[in-house]
């Protein structure tokens, strides 16, 4: 199996595509860095501008273009501060899933550290108490944890080049401008500090290019550079020694530092920053880590394939192989099954009856509703219904596969009708179980159109006027691919109203359903 996965910062853009390798394990088969520089294009209202967009496209495209040549169907792309921040954030990221196929899914700066966390902790050895320090360009984010995975996270509004276009005037700057913006890193934490404080025993982490850079120019030996500065430890006072000298070069000597040629400009209000949190924790040392957002988004990645292939039956393993020959997008596959389950599992438990075979006939369906796109995306529910006829299932009856064929034929454009020759065909049990199946396919494939695997069902009630769905974690697009799919399920079940967030959905947005 092989995931690509990307991240959108303030400073730049990351892509890694890498190649599983055993539980948990991967090998990296490329790696992109693209300086983007997102929160160069901001308009005074916050809005990234159009040149903005059209870097941030650039990079997009270039990404896409190198997970297709790696075999990998789709980016999974984050975004952060830079378009969490901006008001038209959600705008630019629908414009982007037109322009480049890609949707940049915001995450919250919690989500963010919690990701972070977790790539760190698979870069250098995480003990029983740890506090993560990963500075962005717009935003710091603190995350304290054990070996596994963060139990608290803070994001707070003090990335490098945010403190540098708030404090830093001169060139170089001034110990006044500096100590402006260690001062406001002092007052933003304070009310935090004993949350991520250092107690005995506590290891401090730091995960940044910034941190990095650091670490590199302190282990530096004349021109002699180490290879990696993963796991090298820094000193917090040997920090504030490399701050203050810093400072005191002008942008274009910084620049001729090792490490610093793309970030000169921002290194010292980074340095800034680290130093300052570190003193308000307590922490005399901390370790660098390479590992970083993107190491967590796919480390995660391959945990949920890994935890989803182990849970599988004889038949539905088949399935799985199935999906990998014909380049399904495994993560959206395996999305769309969990939430068609769960809605199944919850119309069950309102009453509505199905036959025993049904859970496991929406399970092969939901793998393989996508595998058409091999043949072409246009009309791919036809051509998945082709090849899943075709792929040689095993443990399927022809039967079975007839009818996982007709619900991934019907998991977009139109639902079943008497006119279809292989839906006609059908005895009318069979004809009733694949409309109401496929009525479920269709609103959970529509809840995961963006394909960030980011929505959970959390609730589904009867109403006298139809059926409510209670979700989290859906964003505009997925919301929009829920109204668009919920025409069947108005025809099987009733009208279907969706809520988010404890809200109901305006009217327009959220009326799903006849």
């Given at each position: 199996?092989?995931?690509?996965?990307?991240?959108?910062?303030?400073?730049?853009?990351?892509?890694?595509?890498?190649?599983?390798?055993?539980?948990?394990?991967?090998?990296?088969?490329?790696a992109?860095?693209?300086?983007?520089?997102?929160?160069e294009?901001?308009?005074a209202?916050?809005?990234?501008?159009?040149?903005?967009e059209?870097?941030?496209?650039?990079?997009?495209?270039?990404?896409?273009a190198?997970?297709?040549?790696?075999?990998?169907?789709?980016?999974?792309?984050?975004?952060?501060?830079a378009?969490?921040?901006?008001?038209n954030?959600?705008?630019?990221a629908?414009?982007?899933?037109?322009?480049?196929?890609?949707?940049?899914?915001?995450i919250?700066?919690?989500?963010?550290?919690?990701?972070?966390?977790?790539?760190?902790?698979?870069?250098?050895?995480?003990?029983?108490?740890?506090v993560?320090?990963?500075?962005?360009?717009?935003s710091l984010?603190?995350?304290?944890?054990g070996?596994?995975?963060?139990?608290?996270?803070?994001?707070?509004?003090?990335?490098?080049?945010?403190?540098?276009?708030?404090h830093?005037?001169?060139?170089?700057?001034?110990?006044?401008?500096?100590?402006a913006?260690?001062?406001?890193?002092?007052?933003?934490?304070?009310?935090?500090?004993?949350?991520?404080?250092?107690?005995?025993?506590?290891?401090?982490?730091?995960?940044?290019?910034?941190?990095?850079?650091?670490?590199?120019?302190?282990?530096?030996?004349?021109?002699?550079?180490?290879?990696?500065?993963n796991?090298?430890?820094?000193?917090t006072?040997?920090?504030?020694a490399?701050?203050?000298?810093t400072?005191?070069l002008?942008?274009?000597?910084?620049?001729?530092?090792?490490?610093?040629?793309?970030?000169?400009?921002?290194?010292?209000?980074?340095f800034?920053?680290?130093?300052?949190?570190?003193?308000?924790?307590?922490?005399?040392?901390?370790?660098?880590?390479?590992?970083?957002?993107?190491e967590?988004?796919?480390?995660?990645?391959l945990?949920?394939?890994?935890?989803?292939?182990?849970?599988?039956?004889?038949?539905?393993?088949?399935?799985?192989?199935t999906?990998?020959?014909?380049?399904?997008?495994?993560?959206h596959?395996?999305?769309?099954?969990?939430?068609?389950?769960?809605?199944?599992?919850?119309?069950?438990?309102?009453?509505?009856?199905?036959?025993?075979?049904?859970?496991?006939?929406?399970?092969?369906?939901?793998?393989?509703?996508?595998?058409?796109?091999?043949?072409?995306?246009?009309?791919?529910?036809?051509?998945?219904?082709?090849?899943?006829?075709?792929?040689?299932?095993?443990?399927?009856?022809?039967?079975?596969?007839?009818l996982?064929?007709?619900?991934?034929?019907?998991?977009?454009?139109?639902?079943?009708k008497?006119?279809?020759?292989?839906?006609?065909a059908l005895?009318?049990t069979?004809?009733?179980?694949?409309?109401?199946?496929?009525?479920?396919?269709?609103?959970?494939?529509?809840?995961?159109?963006?394909?960030?695997?980011?929505?959970?069902?959390?609730?589904l009630?009867?109403?006298?006027?139809?059926?409510?769905?209670?979700?989290?974690?859906?964003?505009?697009?997925?919301?929009?691919?829920?109204r668009?799919?919920?025409?069947?399920?108005g025809?099987?079940?009733?009208?279907?109203t969706?809520?988010?967030?404890?809200?109901?959905?305006?009217?327009?947005?959220?009326?799903?359903?006849?």
């Amino acid at each position: 199996m092989r995931v690509a996965v990307a991240d959108v910062g303030t400073n730049s853009s990351h892509l890694l595509i890498a190649e599983a390798r055993g539980e948990g394990g991967y090998r990296v088969l490329d790696a992109l860095k693209d300086r983007t520089r997102l929160g160069e294009c901001l308009d005074a209202a916050g809005n990234l501008t159009p040149e903005g967009e059209e870097r941030l496209r650039a990079a997009l495209t270039q990404f896409r273009a190198l997970g297709t040549a790696a075999g990998v169907p789709e980016v999974q792309v984050y975004a952060t501060s830079a378009l969490r921040e901006a008001p038209n954030g959600e705008a630019v990221a629908l414009r982007m899933r037109e322009r480049t196929g890609l949707y940049p899914v915001i995450i919250s700066g919690e989500r963010e550290g919690e990701l972070t966390y977790l790539g760190a902790a698979h870069s250098v050895e995480f003990g029983a108490d740890n506090v993560l320090l990963d500075l962005g360009g717009g935003s710091l984010e603190l995350a304290r944890g054990g070996p596994d995975h963060a139990g608290d996270v803070l994001s707070v509004p003090l990335g490098a080049i945010r403190m540098t276009r708030a404090h830093l005037r001169g060139d170089p700057p001034t110990r006044a401008e500096v100590r402006a913006v260690q001062e406001a890193v002092r007052a933003a934490l304070a009310p935090h500090a004993a949350r991520f404080s250092v107690r005995p025993g506590t290891q401090v982490v730091l995960s940044s290019g910034t941190a990095e850079a650091a670490a590199t120019l302190l282990a530096a030996h004349g021109d002699t550079l180490p290879g990696s500065v993963n796991g090298l430890s820094v000193a917090t006072a040997d920090l504030g020694a490399l701050l203050e000298r810093t400072r005191s070069l002008s942008a274009a000597r910084r620049a001729r530092l090792p490490g610093l040629e793309k970030r000169a400009g921002t290194v010292v209000a980074g340095f800034a920053v680290l130093h300052a949190a570190l003193e308000v924790l307590g922490a005399g040392r901390a370790t660098v880590s390479e590992g970083a957002l993107r190491e967590g988004m796919l480390i995660e990645e391959l945990g949920r394939h890994v935890a989803y292939a182990r849970g599988l039956s004889a038949r539905q393993r088949s399935v799985l192989e199935t999906a990998e020959r014909f380049g399904a997008n495994l993560a959206h596959a395996r999305h769309v099954t969990a939430l068609a389950r769960d809605l199944l599992a919850r119309l069950e438990g309102a009453g509505e009856r199905f036959p025993e075979e049904a859970r496991s006939l929406l399970t092969a369906a939901t793998g393989l509703h996508e595998v058409g796109q091999l043949v072409a995306q246009s009309s791919h529910h036809k051509h998945s219904a082709y090849l899943i006829r075709h792929a040689g299932l095993r443990g399927f009856t022809p039967r079975e596969i007839e009818l996982v064929a007709q619900l991934a034929r019907y998991h977009r454009k139109s639902g079943p009708k008497p006119a279809h020759p292989e839906y006609a065909a059908l005895p009318p049990t069979d004809r009733a179980l694949v409309a109401r199946l496929a009525a479920v396919l269709r609103v959970a494939d529509g809840l995961d159109r963006s394909h960030a695997g980011q929505v959970r069902v959390q609730n589904l009630t009867r109403t006298p006027s139809g059926w409510t769905l209670t979700v989290g974690g859906a964003n505009p697009l997925d919301l929009a691919g829920a109204r668009d799919k919920a025409d069947l399920w108005g025809r099987e079940f009733g009208p279907l109203t969706l809520m988010v967030a404890g809200e109901a959905v305006p009217e327009g947005k959220g009326m799903l359903g006849a």
